[in-house]
């Protein structure tokens, strides 16, 4: 396993629950796109599983796939790994990885690839090599999912809420805001909190980096490796399909 410098080391406690919202949201759209991959094509990667909504998906949508779950975070991996190991109809499907997806041991042959709220933690150059591994693994007809989170383009975002979660007698709330730090780099700083009532038991202040892509560049650095990107469900979804042309 690769070292990594884990981004949500301080901020994965609060993660999966405050993205839960984005799959109540989203999960119907991209059970759809995976209802069109080829059956019997090889596992489908779940790359940056996170705590295993999307993992969990895959699994319900493809009853008969593997699943190789792919995330590099320690306490990440901790909520996917109880979470299989929990499922016995997941137990004997999903394989964990907890390597970075640049460093992953991926089968040669893939038949899909789920990659949701992940690309902007690849700069361009390691995107480069991301398609260039990945376009000889697809097979005929499978597909890359993933989507590009607004902004598109480096831009500051203003303080809004991701979410309130109540659970027992604690609330837990997070708030986002970003800022431009590049030409196509934005920093976000996420505030996260647990509160008893109006009581903040706790607070958690961290900032990441999330290179922006927009579609325009999606096309532009896939072609080269023989990808063609088709946009998939509503557009504020921002999902897209990337196939291996031919």
């Known amino acids: 396993m690769t070292e990594?410098?884990?981004p949500y080391r301080t901020s994965g406690r609060h993660?999966?629950?405050m993205i839960r919202g984005w799959w109540d949201h989203h999960g119907a759209t991209v059970a759809e796109a995976l209802r069109a991959l080829p059956p019997g094509s090889g596992p489908v990667v779940d790359a940056?599983?996170?705590?295993?909504?999307g993992t969990r998906l895959i699994a319900r949508t493809l009853p008969e796939a593997e699943v190789l779950a792919v995330e590099p975070s320690p306490v990440l991996v901790a909520v996917l790994l109880a979470r299989v190991a929990d499922d016995p109809g997941l137990r004997t499907r999903v394989?964990?990885?907890g390597d970075d997806l640049l460093a992953a041991d991926l089968p040669d042959r893939i038949g899909g690839v789920l990659m949701a709220n992940l690309i902007g933690h690849f700069s361009p150059h390691e995107r480069d090599r991301l398609w260039e591994d990945l376009a000889p693994r697809l097979a005929p007809g499978a597909f890359v999912l993933l989507n590009l989170p607004e902004p598109t383009e480096p831009a500051p975002v203003g303080r809004s809420p991701m979410g309130e979660v109540p659970v027992g007698g604690r609330t837990y709330t997070g708030w986002a805001r970003a800022e431009a730090a590049g030409p196509e780099l934005l920093t976000w700083h996420m505030t996260y909190e647990t509160r008893a009532g109006d009581r903040v038991l706790s607070s958690d202040e961290v900032r990441y980096d999330?290179?922006?892509v927009s579609e325009a560049a999606l096309r532009a650095e896939t072609a080269p490796?023989?990808?063609?990107v088709a946009p998939h469900g509503p557009a504020e979804a921002g999902l897209y399909t990337i196939t291996r042309e031919g």
């Not at 940056?48 to 909504?53: K, R, S, T, V």
């Not at 490796?225 to 063609?228: C, E, H, P, Q, V």
């Open 95 to 97: 394989t964990v990885d």
């Open 225 to 228: 490796y023989g990808l063609a």
């Open 4 to 6: 990594y410098d884990d």
């Open 15 to 17: 993660l999966d629950i």
């Open 210 to 212: 999330w290179w922006t």
């Open 48 to 53: 940056g599983a996170g705590g295993g909504h």
